[in-house]
């Protein structure tokens, strides 16, 4: 069974700083990993998908790796800021079109 | 992008009273559709996937007379939360898929979820 999990679970730091958020996974037998983005009371945004067979992927200040033989991504945030502030969950799709998802990160970039 | 809409945003019950939750795909049609559930300050649990025409598949764990789906056509898949209890007031999200292949490596699309609170 596939589980996934993340750390840390909360994370606050001051505005400017480069971040690392890590998600590991049990199962390397994966089709893809995605980072979300969910602000409190709301869905998700999809920010980077991660194809199992692609090291990493781009989106201006957000950069993920996939090392899938050992299990694990990190989501990398260049110069935060509070508008960063949201919880970051990491998900894996490993068994038909199912999305198991980690157990997220709260992060709170403060000015 | 693709927009996965949901109804209501937000609802209160009665305890005992079943209450009804739509998801729809907007622009594109979705052959499956999933139904998650997130209690405070915890990640998304899968309910069930829901295949348009046929029966729904829960996990393991989750009571399929409680929680009804439907997914009548393409474009709307519904969740009926039925003789509901404290114990069931959650987040309900939803997502929807452009298709289902046996090695998909499409994304899902999001629904911005319901509020359910259960008195």
């Known amino acids: 069974k596939q589980e996934v999990t993340q750390i840390p679970a909360a994370l606050s730091v001051p505005e400017g700083e480069n971040l690392v958020l890590n998600c590991s996974f049990t199962d390397s037998a994966i089709y893809n990993l995605q980072w979300f983005r969910q602000d409190p009371g709301k869905g998700l945004t999809s920010l980077l998908l991660i194809q199992s067979s692609q090291r990493e992927q781009t989106s201006g200040r957000l950069n993920a790796s996939l090392d899938k033989s050992s299990g694990r991504s990190t989501l990398y945030i260049a110069a935060s800021q509070p508008g960063d502030s949201a919880t970051y969950l990491c998900a894996v799709r490993s068994d038909g079109d199912k999305l198991i998802f980690g157990t997220g990160t709260r992060l709170q970039v403060f000015p | 992008g693709a927009v996965v809409s949901q109804h209501p945003s937000w609802v209160i019950c009665k305890s005992g009273t079943s209450v009804k939750i739509e998801c729809r795909s907007l622009?594109?049609?979705?052959?499956?559709m999933f139904w998650y559930r997130q209690f405070p300050k915890q990640s998304l649990m899968l309910m069930a996937t829901?295949?348009?025409?046929?029966?729904?598949?829960?996990e393991q764990g989750v009571e399929k007379d409680k929680f009804l789906i439907n997914h009548a056509s393409l474009t709307l898949s519904t969740l009926t939360v039925t003789s509901a209890h404290p114990e069931d007031s959650s987040f309900y999200i939803c997502?929807?898929?452009?298709?289902?292949?046996?090695?998909?490596?499409?994304?899902?699309?999001f629904g911005p979820g319901t509020r359910l609170t259960v008195l």
């Open positions: 622009d594109f049609q979705a052959t499956t």
């Open positions: 997502s929807a898929g452009l298709e289902y292949r046996a090695v998909s490596t499409d994304t899902q699309y």
């Open positions: 829901s295949n348009e025409g046929s029966k729904a598949t829960y």
